[in-house]
């Protein structure tokens, strides 16, 4: 592939306004970052302005914002804006925008309207100023159901949402400059340089590709039957902001992006381009909103996938989405937005003709072959076998491997949940040893412990709670990213923080145990006198008595205290984590070193 070059803001305006891509949506590309004079005088004034630190998902929703990928949307959404959305899909002005791209914070923030506010990131680096010029409360279950269509709080998106703030603020933004990177810098193309390069390629009819997950053969041969079918370029546009819990990282899978680009692919008909958005998983919504964004990008065709943007399985173990909902809705809004829908037909290896075909076209007596998404993770890379060349690249099978570890030597969290006194910890220090014994690398988070050093201070309102448990997640998430095995026992009382915790874990690698104790036998055992003193007034607020406990709904496992020891239960967990291949015996690892 030619080496892709970023186009100066003049030479990409002057090849924008003799292009033959379909125009912006809204007819302008939205920029919101101030001149470059104008800074050094803007971020002296920040440093007086109060603050706001957002999370990477806000950073992600400002980029695009700055930078025109929204438009005609030229900042986070006011209530009204905010209702027409959730009802119609569409903002005030009449255009179709089918997420709420928001900006929560807490009722005791302390602003006010006609405030200015410096807005940072994680760490702490200034990114924008916003004038406030509206403040407003927003309904959670109204937005589940509305936007996602689910109150589910597997959905990663309705369990996350519980730790967002109480209200939404929006107004003027002036970004100081996009952010910079230090990775993959020459794919990192704002719509302007994108349109730029798409019309260097000289094609006016342009098919995007959003994807999140590798590349195979089938979507490289799909691919190429979109560009012939509109006689156009391919803008392969991956997401590389906030994505599934549990995707394949996007380094690695930019790698692969760029190798297939590179070698496979008419350098004539093709850009790479990341996109740093942050998904909602919302799938029909979703897709629609993923249309109007490439449309901005120069793209007039998409292609649609079978549950496309969708999280998966909900706590039914049903899909979130019916399969083909989303091409559907973007069919529907298509020519009022312009773009059209390409939809991802399934295509087979057919081991004859050694080439890829649609399913129904198969020959009698031939059986198509492919590897779903669920086969790939755990019959070749949970076990450290590369993918079949007829299914992927040798290229991207090596980069896969090197990604994503045999199961034995990937992180693992097991999360111990149920009432004070139901015998979490005892079981947790019991695995611990077990699985040490076993020579894995072990981290025991107990709830008890972590107050002590990594929460002291909070309390136990349910703010305070769902703190303390998330810090548990937090620190869980990295050891299991790492390769670990990260043991917590805490109460964890709320379902919708515990989803929060297993989608920072990510669901694969996420073992949730209940364990099963009832009330009455934990208040009987009593080991910390803490039901009597809240029988007696002393204690507040105390699960089970007079804050609710949830139990989970779907558990990896549950056990029953009454008729089973600490040391059986703590042997019940060991089996099945050996059983799904996390961890591996000794004869086990005397067998892999042999081969």
């Given at each position: 592939?030619?080496?892709?070059?970023?186009?100066?803001?003049?030479?990409?305006?002057?090849?924008?306004?003799?292009?033959?891509?379909?125009?912006?949506?809204?007819?302008?590309?939205?920029?919101?970052?101030?001149?470059?004079?104008?800074?050094?005088?803007?971020?002296?004034?920040?440093?007086?302005?109060?603050?706001?630190?957002?999370?990477?998902?806000?950073?992600?929703?400002?980029?695009?914002?700055?930078?025109?990928?929204?438009?005609?949307?030229?900042?986070?959404?006011?209530?009204?804006?905010?209702?027409?959305?959730?009802?119609?899909?569409?903002?005030?002005?009449?255009?179709?925008?089918?997420?709420?791209?928001?900006?929560?914070?807490?009722?005791?923030?302390?602003?006010?309207?006609?405030?200015?506010?410096?807005?940072?990131?994680?760490?702490n680096e200034l990114l924008a100023i916003m004038t406030i010029e509206e403040i407003y409360e927003w309904d959670r279950a109204e937005v589940s159901h509305k936007v996602f269509g689910t109150a589910d709080p597997r959905h990663p998106l309705i369990a996350e949402m519980e730790r967002w703030g109480k209200y939404n603020v929006s107004g003027r933004l002036r970004?100081?400059?996009?952010?910079?990177?230090?990775?993959?810098?020459?794919?990192?193309?704002?719509?302007?340089?994108?349109?730029?390069?798409?019309?260097?390629?000289?094609?006016?009819?342009?098919?995007?590709?959003?994807?999140?997950?590798?590349?195979?053969?089938?979507?490289?041969?799909?691919?190429?039957?979109?560009?012939?079918?509109?006689?156009?370029?391919?803008?392969?546009?991956?997401?590389?902001?906030?994505?599934?819990?549990?995707?394949?990282?996007?380094?690695?899978?930019?790698?692969?992006?760029?190798?297939?680009?590179?070698?496979?692919?008419?350098?004539?008909?093709?850009?790479?381009?990341?996109?740093?958005?942050?998904?909602?998983?919302?799938?029909?919504?979703?897709?629609?909103?993923?249309?109007?964004?490439?449309?901005?990008?120069?793209?007039?065709?998409?292609?649609?996938?079978?549950?496309h943007a969708s999280p998966g399985s909900n706590s039914q173990n049903r899909p979130f989405y019916g399969p083909y909902e989303a091409q559907e809705l973007v069919g529907q809004f298509s020519e009022e937005l312009g773009v059209g829908v390409i939809p991802f037909r399934e295509l087979v290896y057919h081991p004859i003709r050694q080439r890829y075909v649609e399913?129904?076209?198969?020959?009698?007596?031939?059986?198509?072959?492919?590897?779903?998404?669920?086969?790939?993770?755990?019959?070749?890379?949970?076990?450290?076998?590369?993918?079949?060349?007829?299914?992927?690249?040798?290229?991207?099978?090596?980069?896969?491997?090197?990604?994503?570890?045999?199961?034995?030597?990937?992180?693992?969290?097991?999360?111990?949940?149920?009432?004070?006194?139901?015998?979490?910890?005892?079981?947790?220090?019991?695995?611990?040893?077990?699985?040490?014994?076993?020579?894995?690398?072990?981290?025991?988070?107990?709830?008890?412990?972590?107050?002590?050093?990594?929460?002291?201070?909070?309390?136990?309102?349910?703010?305070?709670?769902?703190?303390?448990?998330?810090?548990?997640?937090?620190?869980?998430?990295?050891?299991?990213?790492?390769?670990?095995?990260?043991?917590?026992?805490?109460?964890?009382?709320?379902?919708?923080?515990?989803?929060?915790?297993?989608?920072?874990?990510?669901?694969?690698?996420?073992?949730?145990?209940?364990?099963?104790?009832?009330?009455?036998?934990?208040?009987?055992?009593?080991?910390?006198?803490?039901?009597?003193?809240?029988?007696?007034?002393?204690?507040?607020?105390?699960?089970?008595?007079?804050?609710?406990?949830?139990?989970?709904?779907?558990?990896?496992?549950?056990?029953?205290?009454?008729?089973?020891?600490?040391?059986?239960?703590?042997?019940?967990?060991?089996?099945?984590?050996?059983?799904?291949?996390?961890?591996?015996?000794?004869?086990?690892?005397?067998?892999?070193?042999?081969?």
């Open positions: 592939m030619r080496p892709q070059i970023r186009v100066g803001e003049a030479a990409a305006a002057f090849i924008m306004s003799h292009s033959l891509l379909i125009p912006p949506y809204g007819d302008a590309l939205v920029d919101l970052v101030v001149p470059e004079h104008e800074r050094d005088e803007l971020r002296a004034c920040a440093i007086r302005l109060p603050s706001i630190q957002i999370p990477e998902r806000a950073a992600c929703d400002l980029q695009l914002l700055a930078c025109g990928a929204f438009s005609p949307l030229d900042r986070f959404v006011g209530p009204e804006d905010h209702q027409r959305i959730l009802e119609e899909m569409r903002l005030q002005s009449g255009h179709i925008f089918p997420i709420p791209v928001t900006l929560t914070v807490n009722e005791n923030s302390g602003m006010h309207l006609d405030q200015e506010i410096a807005i940072r990131n994680v760490r970004v100081f400059r996009l952010p910079q990177y230090y990775d993959f810098d020459e794919l990192r193309l704002t719509p302007k340089q994108v349109r730029a390069g798409l019309a260097a390629l000289g094609y006016s009819k342009v098919v995007a590709f959003q994807t999140r997950n590798p590349l195979h053969r089938a979507h490289e041969e799909m691919t190429r039957r979109a560009i012939a079918q509109v006689d156009g370029s391919l803008l392969l546009h991956p997401v590389v902001g906030v994505t599934k819990p549990g995707d394949v990282d996007y380094c690695a899978r930019v790698r692969t992006y760029r190798v297939l680009a590179e070698r496979y692919y008419d350098s004539k008909r093709i850009l790479l381009a990341l996109l740093p958005l942050a998904m909602r998983l919302a799938g029909p919504r979703e897709a629609l909103w993923h249309a109007l964004i490439r449309r901005n990008y120069g793209a007039n065709y998409l292609v649609v996938g079978r549950d399913s129904g076209a198969v020959d009698d007596g031939v059986n198509g072959i492919t590897l779903s998404g669920t086969q790939v993770r755990e019959e070749y890379l949970d076990k450290g076998r590369q993918l079949p060349e007829w299914f992927t690249r040798p290229e991207v099978a090596r980069i896969l491997l090197e990604a994503h570890p045999p199961r034995h030597r990937q992180g693992i969290c097991v999360w111990f949940t149920g009432l004070s006194g139901a015998g979490k910890s005892t079981t947790a220090e019991i695995l611990t040893s077990q699985i040490l014994a076993l020579g894995r690398r072990v981290t025991l988070l107990d709830g008890d412990v972590v107050r002590t050093h990594l929460s002291k201070g909070l309390g136990f309102s349910k703010e305070d709670r769902d703190t303390n448990n998330r810090r548990i997640g937090f620190v869980a998430a990295e050891i299991v990213r790492h390769g670990g095995v990260a043991i917590c026992a805490a109460i964890s009382p709320y379902r919708a923080t515990r989803n929060d915790v297993r989608n920072m874990v990510g669901a694969n690698n996420f073992f949730e145990v209940f364990v099963d104790t009832p009330m009455a036998v934990c208040e009987q055992r009593d080991p910390k006198g803490i039901y009597a003193r809240t029988r007696r007034g002393e204690i507040k607020s105390f699960t089970g008595i007079d804050d609710p406990y949830e139990p989970p709904e779907e558990p990896e496992l549950i056990l029953e205290t009454l008729s089973s020891s600490a040391e059986e239960n703590a042997r019940l967990i060991l089996n099945r984590l050996i059983a799904d291949g996390f961890l591996v015996t000794p004869d086990e690892k005397t067998i892999e070193a042999t081969n």
